[in-house]
Structure formats: structure tokens, C-alpha cells
């Protein structure tokens, strides 16, 4: 009698873990390239610079329940490294070279964990952990954004300072050296993710 009593209790927990399971509706939402935008800003010794890329794909899967954001399952997005122009050809051609990008095309982020989300009503803020890979060295990094969720859409926003070198990457320079880069660059994007 009392194993039966103990396999009820289970049954009982296991439906209503299910039921509650199926409240939670994970969703998938596809970058969309000409909506998005991201921005690289660096400093030189005669003027600032920026740099943005044409060429970005990804991908963004999160639970959610009656429309409230619960959690970020998955996060994924490239960008083609020779899609990033600044207008000047020479400066482009600089940036390829030291991003080495005959060899690594792409530059990619991964999301690997969700440390805390906040928010309500659509607007929420994330601070999560991820894998950013540029110039083939993969690095872990802290990575907080803003989400604004509607029915068909996921849009990301927030900027990141990195230092070039972490990744192997010498500073680009110009006119036989006269012209130098910072190694800090800001990494400014707002992603757009549609159903």
C-alpha cells in the first residue's frame, strides 16, 4: 500500500511537471541581415574610425510563456570578416590583413550561458557568457543586452569593448607606420531575429 501511495505522488509530480512544461513554447527567430546593423568603432592617432559589416547571419531560440521571455535557449551569429567596409579601401584592405581573413572568413559569437534575465511587458535585459571567435581564436566573454520581444520579432542591442590583441590581432597601421590604431575597438549591434 504504501509503494502504490509513493507511485501515485510520482505520477501526480510527473503530470503536473509536464503540464507545466507545456506552457513553455520555445520559439525560433532568424536573423534578418538588412534590418540589423553592427558597428565597429576604433581610435587612431590622427582620427577616429568605423567600420560596419554587410554581411550577418544568425539564429536565436528562447522559451516562452504567454509571451514573457523565460529563457534564452540558443544564440548564434556570424559575420563574413571582409563584410566589414568603412568607406576607404585602403583601411579595409589594412583590416583584412590583420585579421588574417584569406584564412578565417568569419568572426562568430555563441551564446554558452544565461546568468540572469530581467524585465517584463516585452523589454528585458540579459547577461550571459558566450564563445567569440575572430581571426580563429576562440575567447569566452561577458556579453549583457537588451531584448525587445514581440509576437514575430527578437530584437538584441548592446555594445562590447574588446582589446584586438586578446585575439592575435596587431592593430592595423597606415602609410608605412605614421598611422596607428588603438588596440580597444567597440563592437556596437542591434540584431533583429524574425520568426
Known amino acids: 500500500m504504501k509503494s502504490y501511495g509513493t507511485i501515485k505522488v510520482l505520477i501526480t509530480a510527473m ?22 546593423s553592427l558597428i565597429v ?31 534564452i535557449d540558443a544564440l548564434r551569429f556570424t ?17 583584412y590583413k590583420a585579421l588574417n581573413t584569406s584564412k578565417y ?18 523589454n528585458y535585459k540579459a547577461k550571459t557568457t558566450g564563445s567569440l ?8 566573454i561577458a556579453l549583457n543586452f537588451n531584448l525587445t520581444i514581440s509576437p514575430d520579432k527578437i530584437i538584441l542591442k548592446g555594445e562590447h569593448n574588446l582589446n584586438m590583441t586578446d585575439y592575435g590581432v596587431e592593430p592595423p597601421t597606415a602609410m608605412f607606420g605614421t598611422i596607428t590604431t588603438g588596440e580597444t ?3 556596437k549591434f542591434e540584431t533583429h531575429f524574425n520568426k
Open 15 to 36: 503530470i503536473v511537471s509536464i503540464g507545466m512544461n507545456m506552457n513553455l513554447n520555445a520559439q525560433s527567430y532568424t536573423l534578418n541581415n538588412k534590418s540589423s
Open 41 to 71: 568603432e576604433g581610435t587612431s592617432n590622427i582620427h577616429d574610425w568605423t567600420m560596419e559589416a554587410e554581411s550577418t547571419s544568425g539564429t536565436i531560440s528562447a522559451e516562452m510563456d504567454e509571451g514573457k521571455l523565460e529563457e
Open 79 to 95: 559575420a563574413e570578416a571582409e563584410g566589414l567596409k568603412s568607406g576607404k579601401s585602403g583601411m579595409d584592405k589594412n583590416a
Open 105 to 122: 572568413k568569419k568572426i562568430t559569437y555563441e551564446l554558452k550561458n544565461v546568468k540572469e534575465i530581467t524585465g517584463s511587458n516585452g
Open 133 to 140: 571567435e575572430i581571426a580563429g581564436v576562440k575567447k569566452d
Open 185 to 187: 575597438v567597440k563592437i
